[in-house]
Each structure stands twice: as structure tokens, then as C-alpha cells.
């Protein structure tokens, strides 16, 4: 085995002992629409998963072909988790070979890739299959990159393809193409205007397909709808870069605005289990990596070229979130790469100049992410809908025999509640996306599921289930 690989499988190792939780994550959500439309039984099924005439967004590589694939491998979840882990790992391989095809430089690659594989933003790409998509476009736009630095050109446009058949995001790769272009940075292949034009031309066809879907869900969703504020955009801008650089994902949610008031709910937050822990070597982390920023850039001349590509790929890929609403870290997926980069480059000149201090810097990072991403496992919702999951599905399979002949099932609230909040009824529906979950436990089922917060008017032949059986 060549060092080349070593790298990468140490890495690969690391992925999977930082992130194991993912492997214990059932399905929730978007899970059940995305398995129960992806049912293949005839050809034109397969053929139906790329038609752009849908209510969703046009992901059909990450969505119908991803769960039509689950289903092949028997819904079973941890081949699932491991078809999601293989294709981030090869990701992050394409991306290895990349940073060291560009820079020549093995320390700058394997750090590169390391800060950014094991980054704790990745909680919200690896752990639920509804957001493999972001996973899916990493990997093909990584491979359509390292072909391109091969001169494969043909193959790097059908791993771009692949990569706008993912997520609408991928249509800006042309743009960092042709930044770099237009800086003549070295180590690039001499891509020619031909070349840089056939790109921006596969983006507009996508855009094309894109149009239905998206429309249909900025129509249904306005936290989709972009919002063209200053305020908004500088807010967005912030925490989209401080969550870059390590900050929690739940602050924002106690902070109006980044001039507003802390809210007293945010300090349970940091009595968590490693929570202490996270923030303190997140601190020594970030005051390390300045110190190591000012000691290196004294000494080394800054490639200012690589630099301004550096922020130009960052601000290209965040602008489609920075005018939303709705802010996830999970679309830090590519912005992240060149905040990984820039920290590795300070971090591999410091190995030839302060290799100590370097280790420490390294040392101080795993620690900060394997300590956040613990944090983030505790404080998003994945585990507690998970677990509700679980116990739906098992309760549905126990009474197979006697719930299948029912037209409709009404999840019941307790009396004393006001169906209001985070109510019985209103996690299950968040949990298993209205009726959608009766396809996956009894495959082919028409029922219909009410839930209780809503006051629904029930049907006949419909079997009442508490609500608060489920919930922990």
C-alpha cells in the first residue's frame, strides 16, 4: 500500500470512530416520502426519477436513485449508513489527491483533508440520509475536480453532470473554474474558454430543470424565499463563517441577531457532556491557530493569487444561502473546504518551522470536533426522532395483523394537553412525515394518519393510538 492510500485510509478510520453515531440514525422525515416514491417495479420507474415535472426539488441521483439503492439492501439501515460513509470517504480521497497535485505538498494534503473530513459540521451531512445529497455533490464535484487537474476532461463533465443531478449548489462550480482561470493560478491544467464555457453551459440546462420544483417550493415553504436584506445577509454571513470556524450550532438560535442580546437559554447549553470540553479546546484552538497565523505569515510569502481564489470559492458557493431564512450548517458542505485549506496551509508550514507547536494545533483540533460533534448529537433533533421512529416502526410490525385492515390510524393526545409547542402528536408528525410512514411498514398501504394537535375529523374504521406511547 503507497503512502497515498495510508493517508487516505487513516482518515477513513477517523471518519468513521469521530462520526460511529451516525450508524445508530433510523429513518425519520423526508426518509419516508423519498422511500415510498422510489419504489422501482418497471423500467419506467427508474426512467420517472429524472422527469423535472415534481413538487420537490431536482435531486433525483440523491434522492430516487439514492433510496430506490436502500431499498435494494433491504432498508437495512447500517448498509445504508455505509454506502453514505464510502461515497463522503471517497470525497474526501478525490480531495486529498487534489490539494496535493495543486500544492506538491503531502503535509498541506493530509492536513487539508483531515481538518476538513473531520470537521463537526458533518453531523448534519452523514447522519441522516435526507441530506446524502450534500454528501453525493461533494464527492462528484471533488472527482469532477481531480479529473480536471488530469486533463480527463470527458470525465470530469459526467462527474459534474452527476454532481447537478444532486443539488442545485453544484451549478457554481464553473465559477471557481473560471476564477481560477482568470488568476492563472499555477498547477492548473490550461483550461481553455471552450472548456470553461461547456461548463457554465451544463449549469444553465440544470437551472432549466431546477425551475419546477424550486418554484413549487418557495411557493409552499417562505422560509425558502430569498429575502434580498442587508441585515439578513450580514447576519447569515457571520454565523455561516463563525459555525466554519467551530462555533456551536445552536447559538444562533438564542441570539436575535449578532448585535442582539445573548438570551438566557443558551447557557444550559454549555452544562452538556462535553460540552466544557469543546469550548475550551475550540478557545485554545482558535488563539493557537492566530498565534501560528502571525508567526508563519512573518516568515512565508502569502501565494495571494491562491488566496483571493480561496475567498472567492468560499463567498461563491455560501451566496445561495445567505439570502435565506432558514439557516443550516448543513450547507457548509463546499464553503467549507476553503476555510479547511487556509488553516491547513498555516498548519503545514508551522510542521517545517515549529513542529511541536504544529502538533499541538493538530492535537487541539480533534479534540474540539470529537468533543462537538458529541455537543451536536446531544442538541440536534436526530436521535430523539430517531428513537421515535424506532418505536413507531416496531409498533406497527407487532400488530401487523390487526392494524392492516385499517383505512386510517389517529394518533391521540393525551387530555391534558393543548396540542400546542412541541405537543405528542406534533413530534410524531414532524417524525414520520404525515402518512408517508405506513408505506415503508406495510408496503403499498393507502392509509391515512390524523394527528391530534390538529382537531382532525376522524374516518370510520380508523384505530386510535396514544400519542405518548412513543415519546421518551
Not at 489527491?97 to 483531515?114: E, W
Not at 457554481?172 to 482568470?182: C, D, E, F, S, T
Not at 484552538?285 to 512565508?300: A, D, E, F, N, P
Not at 410490525?397 to 393526545?413: C, L, Q, W
Amino acid at each position: 500500500m503507497n503512502t497515498n492510500n495510508k493517508i487516505i485510509g487513516l482518515i477513513a478510520l477517523l471518519v468513521v470512530l469521530f462520526f460511529f453515531g451516525a450508524f445508530s440514525i433510523n429513518f425519520i422525515v423526508d426518509d419516508f416520502y423519498f422511500l415510498k416514491i422510489s419504489r422501482v417495479e418497471t423500467l419506467s420507474d427508474i426512467t420517472a426519477f429524472f422527469s423535472p415535472l415534481r413538487t420537490t426539488f431536482y435531486r433525483p441521483l440523491a434522492s430516487e436513485v439514492f433510496y430506490a439503492i436502500i431499498t435494494l439492501l433491504g432498508r437495512n439501515i447500517y448498509l445504508a449508513h455505509m454506502l453514505v460513509f464510502a461515497v463522503y470517504i471517497l470525497g474526501i480521497a478525490a480531495l486529498y489527491r487534489s490539494i496535493k497535485h495543486i500544492s506538491g505538498n503531502i503535509v498541506f494534503a493530509c492536513c487539508g483533508a483531515l481538518l476538513y473530513a473531520l470537521h463537526s459540521t458533518h453531523v448534519f451531512q452523514l447522519y441522516t440520509f435526507n441530506t446524502f445529497q450534500e454528501v453525493l455533490m461533494m464527492t462528484t464535484l471533488a472527482w469532477s475536480f481531480w479529473m480536471l487537474l488530469q486533463k480527463k476532461y470527458a470525465t470530469s463533465q459526467v462527474f459534474f453532470i452527476a454532481a447537478l443531478l444532486s443539488k442545485e449548489n453544484a451549478v457554481l462550480y464553473p465559477g471557481i473554474l473560471l476564477a481560477a482561470k482568470v488568476l492563472r493560478l499555477h498547477h492548473f491544467p490550461t483550461l481553455s474558454w471552450k472548456h470553461i464555457m461547456l461548463f457554465f453551459g451544463y449549469s444553465a440546462a440544470a437551472l432549466l430543470l431546477y425551475v419546477p420544483g424550486t418554484q413549487n417550493v418557495a411557493a409552499t415553504e417562505s422560509i425558502y424565499t430569498p429575502q434580498f436584506s442587508v441585515s439578513l445577509i450580514s447576519n447569515n454571513a457571520f454565523w455561516y463563517t463563525a459555525w466554519a470556524m467551530g462555533a456551536p450550532n445552536f447559538v444562533p438560535d438564542h441570539m436575535r441577531s449578532i448585535f442582539g442580546p445573548v438570551l438566557p437559554t443558551l447557557w444550559p447549553y454549555f452544562d452538556l457532556p462535553f460540552a466544557k470540553l469543546y469550548t475550551a479546546s475550540l478557545i485554545l484552538y482558535l488563539m493557537g491557530l492566530i498565534l501560528g497565523s502571525v508567526m508563519v505569515i512573518r516568515k512565508q510569502n502569502i501565494a495571494w493569487k491562491m488566496a483571493v481564489w480561496y475567498v472567492l470559492f468560499f463567498v461563491i458557493f455560501l451566496t445561495p444561502a445567505l439570502p435565506i431564512v432558514h439557516k443550516w450548517m448543513v450547507r457548509l458542505t463546499l464553503p467549507l473546504i476553503p476555510i479547511a485549506l487556509a488553516q491547513a496551509w498555516i498548519i503545514a508550514h508551522l510542521v517545517k518551522q515549529h513542529r511541536s507547536f504544529a502538533g499541538i494545533l493538530i492535537a487541539l483540533y480533534l479534540v474540539t470536533n470529537f468533543a462537538s460533534i458529541r455537543v451536536h448529537e446531544i442538541t440536534s433533533n436526530y436521535r430523539h426522532q430517531s428513537t421515535l421512529s424506532e418505536r413507531v416502526q416496531e409498533y406497527f410490525i407487532k400488530n401487523r395483523e390487526d392494524y392492516t385492515f385499517a383505512s386510517s390510524y389517529y394518533f391521540v393526545d393525551p387530555i391534558d394537553t393543548d396540542g400546542t409547542a412541541w405537543g405528542w402528536s406534533k413530534q410524531l408528525e414532524n417524525t414520520l412525515h404525515g402518512s408517508d410512514f405506513i408505506d415503508h411498514v406495510y408496503p403499498g398501504s393507502k392509509a391515512v394518519v390524523f394527528y391530534g394537535y390538529r382537531k382532525p375529523q376522524i374516518r370510520p374504521n380508523t384505530i386510535p393510538i396514544p400519542a405518548d406511547l412513543f415519546i421518551p
